[in-house]
């Protein structure tokens, strides 16, 4: 299977910790976008990377979130010092660099906050 | 400022009959729009795409969905609904935010149960 994959499916942590997400996007694709999803609501853009650059991030990433891409191959997205309301399915996507190509979803990292 | 609208949080239907999801979107250019699907606990799968070429737009698994300019509408249908269309279903409009990139704003979400 050659599509997004992303680690781990599921982390449970306890508040105040520190936690990493990794995604390894499609090979051929150069976009690659982190969005976050809670209960009941659509996906909400986090932030997004051409290659290794990192071109946009969301009000939604406080300063506790970071990403990197440092390859322009996979990525990892850190949350420092969780908080309950961190608790969500944290989803990545990657496409193809022309404009509008559609984005195919990895199947999430479910964060539990305790 | 672009937004999307799903009209109903669940639509409910019988297998074998048609389905409706309705969605909005409001723009201030010409958007791109796309249908994606999200089974349990899956990521989310692009059921289609429309990109200001023909109107009607079809996709996998049966979809279609027509984008209608004039009611900024774009509505997703399948003539006959299968158990396995059971899901969570999300209206996306992509719009140019600068800079070579694309916003894409989702909607709520519709939940689709087929009932046997």
């Known amino acids: 299977d050659t599509g997004v994959s992303q680690d781990p499916r599921h982390k449970i942590t306890k508040r105040g910790q520190n936690v990493t997400f990794r995604c390894d996007p499609i090979s051929e694709h150069n976009r690659l976008y982190w969005y976050r999803q809670t209960l009941g609501q659509g996906p909400e853009f986090l932030t997004y990377?051409?290659?290794?650059?990192?071109?946009?991030k969301s009000r939604l990433l406080s300063d506790r979130f970071s990403a990197e891409r440092p390859k322009g191959s996979f990525s990892t997205l850190e949350i420092q010092r969780t908080e309950q309301g961190d608790s969500a399915m944290y989803l990545c996507?990657?496409?193809?660099?022309?404009?509008?190509?559609?984005?195919?979803f990895g199947n999430g990292t479910r964060l539990t906050v305790t | 400022a672009q937004s999307v609208t799903q009209l109903d949080s669940h639509v409910s239907v019988s297998e074998g009959t048609p389905v409706l999801l309705r969605c909005n979107y409001s723009s201030s250019y010409s958007p791109s729009l796309f249908w994606y699907v999200q089974h349990p606990n899956k990521g989310l799968q692009l059921l289609l795409k429309?990109?200001?070429?023909?109107?009607l737009v079809k996709g996998i698994n049966g979809f279609e969905a027509e984008f209608k300019k004039s009611e900024t509408s774009f509505h997703l249908t399948k003539p006959s609904a299968h158990m396995s269309d059971a899901a969570e279903y999300f209206c996306?409009?992509?719009?140019?935010?600068?800079?070579?990139?694309?916003?894409?704003?989702f909607g709520k979400g519709t939940k689709l149960s087929v009932i046997p």
């Open positions: 429309y990109t200001s070429a023909a109107t």
């Open positions: 996306v409009v992509s719009l140019y935010s600068g800079a070579g990139s694309y916003q894409l704003t």
């Open positions: 996507a990657s496409s193809l660099g022309q404009n509008n190509s559609p984005l195919h």
């Open positions: 990377f051409q290659n290794e650059a990192q071109l946009e």
